[in-house]
């Protein structure tokens, strides 16, 4: 069993955005054999063949004869950037048991690219790629002869939000997408929201998409008294580095409307306004149309406690959450809500919108009192205010959190998305 995985865009961009990451992860999980050794092996199986019904134990007798194959994952991309093939050094370091791995790498230039994608030529079997199945982890599919394609859809935000977005942007991918989103064999969405826009929207098939949450890498976490102790002198020279003088509230997410740091701004304001001395940090990448947040800051009378850090490196942000009395989340959208799951993980109270996927991730009955109305600062200040006022409140909403973000982890996710592998190949064998 071959299964192919187009990595391109973690090759031309990096773990910095986030579909990045996401391969990043993905593939290092699904190398690590977490995705073919639990509840999709033959015991599991064999356990379900009473309830499965007849068509049922069709499908799992056929799982269960697919995952006797030996599997061999084939990385591929079109990249057109030498930065970050270091990634494929570190694939290769991994202890992978009896999973095979293999690279069809091909580099090639940005109009080389274009012109290719826009032919539908050559597919990447004529340059020596071969695979049982093949998985798009990021909207696009590569010019190919497979007709057993898994796509990875995040979200629709270009088309739920067409404020946030270029004209451009919006009509190239709405086709796009929803083209490769009827031509794909099994579709991976990050979240039940994502899957409910491809349905209304696309008018896709609910049944050939499968929701995948994402997880939160394992270097995500609280610090314990130890940690504490050794980062100490390193947490002081980064608070001289980005000008961090008292207690704060940490916000992470690229600066563009989406992410609605406006709002939060405001809300900051009424809390300075009622006497309390505190910073906001806002932490990432300056996106498209980030003009009106940078304004709002410059209004607000509060501005020198306004800090924008631009992306820091994962240890820098680590250590941002576990300084941080709260996190705060007004993103107006979400295909998943990545940054809440990994401040939960670090044990931080989470304020954060009622919108979208997000709802999906915080799912403790007593954190979903904190979510609000994205667009509402009023709203957005008093749910702040509740937990900066009361100690004994933190450190409950702590907890809290630590235990929702057990709920998620990238085997899990791996896992999931090697049984939707499952369903894409089971007609080859």
């Avoid at 099994?186 to 039940?192: H, N």
Wanted: hydrophobic share 40%.
């Amino acid at each position: 069993m071959r299964i192919g995985i187009d990595i391109s865009t973690l090759l031309n961009h990096g773990r910095d955005i986030g579909a990045g990451r996401y391969i990043f992860n993905l593939v290092k999980s699904l190398l690590a054999g977490n995705a073919a050794s639990s509840h999709t092996g033959k015991a599991a199986a064999d356990n379900n063949f009473a309830a499965a019904g007849q068509a049922g134990i069709a499908s799992l007798i056929n799982s269960t004869a697919l995952l006797q194959e030996p599997v061999t994952f084939v990385l591929t991309a079109r990249y057109i950037t030498d930065e970050h093939l270091a990634v494929i050094e570190e694939f290769k370091k991994l202890k992978t048991g009896s999973r095979k791995l293999e690279f069809k790498l091909f580099k090639t230039t940005r109009k080389k690219l274009d012109c290719a994608n826009k032919l539908r030529f050559p597919p990447i079997e004529l340059l020596g790629f071969k695979a049982d199945l093949l998985h798009c982890p990021d909207f696009l599919i590569p010019p190919t002869l497979n007709k057993n394609i898994v796509l990875t859809i995040h979200d629709l935000a270009f088309i739920r939000f067409p404020q946030f977005n270029f004209d451009w942007f919006i009509k190239k991918y709405t086709k796009e997408v929803a083209g490769n989103a009827r031509i794909a064999k099994r579709i991976s969405a990050d979240s039940q929201s994502t899957k409910n826009d491809l349905i209304n929207f696309f008018g896709i098939d609910p049944e050939k998409i499968d929701v995948i949450p994402l997880g939160a890498e394992e270097k995500f976490k609280k610090f314990n008294e130890n940690d504490k102790k050794t980062y100490l002198p390193a947490n002081h020279e980064l608070q001289k580095k980005y000008i961090i003088s008292k207690k704060f509230i940490l916000s992470v997410g690229t600066i563009e409307p989406r992410k609605n740091f406006g709002t939060l701004i405001r809300a900051f304001n009424s809390l300075k306004k009622d006497g309390f001395d505190i910073q906001l940090v806002i932490a990432g990448r300056t996106g498209w149309k980030s003009e009106a947040t940078f304004e709002e800051k410059e209004k607000s009378p509060f501005k020198e406690d306004i800090i924008f850090t631009g992306k820091l490196p994962d240890d820098e942000l680590i250590r941002f959450y576990n300084m941080a009395e709260l996190f705060v989340y007004p993103s107006v959208f979400e295909g998943f809500g990545l940054p809440v799951l990994e401040a939960m993980q670090c044990g931080l109270p989470v304020v954060t919108s009622n919108t979208s996927s997000i709802p999906e991730i915080v799912s403790d009955p007593m954190t979903r009192i904190f979510l609000v109305e994205p667009t509402n600062d009023r709203e957005l200040s008093e749910k702040i205010k509740l937990i900066l006022s009361d100690s004994n409140l933190r450190e409950e909403l702590s907890e809290k959190s630590i235990t929702n973000a057990a709920k998620f982890s990238w085997s899990l996710t791996a896992e999931k998305t090697f049984n939707t592998y499952l369903k894409g190949i089971k007609n080859v064998y």
